[in-house]
């Protein structure tokens, strides 16, 4: 069974402050993704990664970063937690050369106050 | 700017009705379509996808009908039961470098009553 892990449930933290997310998948899978999820507005595709220190923008980068240092652990920073981040976020990964399923985790609420 | 269009937003259906949610997109890059559900403190899971060179695919309750020449899809949930109730998302799916990104639409809250 795939597992793809996300290191909070629940976080809340002030405006200004650098926050970090975590994503850890145990199925060595190649592609991670990062998404933030609105009402109303679906999935959105914020950075993904094929590959150990690759790293590609999706469709709303902007305030965000990511860094992928081994190949099971995708990590989203905030550089600077602003409201309009607070959202809930999920974590994704997929293998390459496999089919384009994507498996997620849980998803981390983050509040931004 | 949506590429994957997904209606309706709330959908209430009685227990053993048919629920039915379309999605409509404009890329023809995308070629695998998928669907997936999410109950509320989960994250999304596949339920069922289709490819574009064919019409329709069923598994189980669950059927995706495919209109390449209308660039639509739509979910059909027969006999829905009350454990059906979640948030259904289409997605599109395409090549991009060396990865597949998916592209999802706007999602459905359904409620199936009892």
């Known amino acids: 069974d795939v597992k793809v892990t996300q290191s909070s449930r629940y976080l809340v933290k002030r405006t200004g402050e650098k926050v970090f997310l975590e994503c850890v998948q145990d199925m060595d899978h190649e592609n991670m993704f990062w998404y933030r999820q609105d009402p109303g507005l679906g999935l959105r595709l914020i950075y993904f990664s094929y590959d150990v220190k690759m790293k590609e923008k999706g469709d709303i980068p902007e305030g965000y970063s990511v860094s992928r240092e081994k190949k099971e652990r995708f990590s989203l920073i905030l550089e600077s937690a602003s409201t309009n981040q607070t959202s809930m976020y999920l974590c994704a990964s997929s293998l390459r050369a496999g089919g384009p399923e994507a498996f997620f985790g849980q998803g981390t609420r983050l509040t931004v106050v | 700017q949506q590429q994957v269009k997904q209606s309706p937003q709330s959908l209430i259906v009685q227990k053993g009705g048919i629920s039915i949610i379309n999605c409509a997109y404009e890329?023809?890059?995308?070629?695998?379509f998928p669907w997936y559900q999410q109950f509320p403190g989960k994250g999304p899971a596949l339920l069922i996808a289709i490819r574009p060179d064919v019409s329709e695919k069923k598994e189980g309750r669950f059927t995706i009908s495919f209109n390449k020449s209308a660039k639509q899809f739509s979910l059909h949930i027969m006999d829905s039961q009350p454990g059906d109730s979640a948030t259904y998302f289409c997605a599109a799916s395409k090549r991009t470098g060396s990865a597949r990104q998916l592209t999802f639409g706007s999602g459905t809250q359904l409620t199936v009553l009892p």
């Open positions: 890329n023809t890059a995308f070629d695998y």
